[in-house]
Nanobody, 127 residues
Framework: QVQLVESGGETVQPGDSLRLSCKASGRMFITHAVGWFRQALGKGREFVFAISWSGAGAHSADSVKGRFSVSRDNDNNTAYLYMNNLKPEDTAIYYC????????????????????WGQGTQVTVSS
């Protein structure tokens, strides 16, 4: 079992940066890949970024390439989403999710592939 708690969301201006954290409890975090998703008001949840259990592999959505990045600290059971040059269209509730990743398994971009979810953290980009 893995419990996830996101933090770091706030209201910022266009062009600002934010770092979101995803803190996991439970001993199995190191075996789980982490995905970041977001959901804007009135829209479905969309994939943002994913990072493998080791941190060696990552995959992002085209909409955030070059602006967002991810990392993880398995010693502290935490994953991070770094967001730079934020735009109003990045406004959404951001969720982290996790699933047990077996060797040679890829990083999915669909919600159904992820087993555990956090409660979300709100990011608002507005001038």
């Amino acid at each position: 079992q893995v419990q996830l708690v996101e933090s770091g969301g706030e209201t910022v201006q266009p062009g600002d940066s934010l770092r979101l954290s995803c803190k996991a409890s439970g001993r199995m975090f190191i075996t789980h890949a982490v995905g970041w998703f977001r959901q804007a008001l009135g829209k479905g949840r969309e994939f943002v970024f994913a990072i493998s259990w080791s941190g060696a592999g990552a995959h992002s959505a085209d909409s955030v390439k070059g602006r967002f990045s991810v990392s993880r600290d398995n010693d502290n059971n935490t994953a991070y989403l770094y967001m730079n040059n934020l735009k109003p269209e990045d406004t959404a509730i951001y969720y982290c999710a996790a699933f047990r990743q077996y060797p040679a398994e890829g990083l999915p971009t669909t919600e159904a592939e992820y087993t555990y979810w956090g409660q979300g953290t709100q990011v608002t980009v507005s001038s």
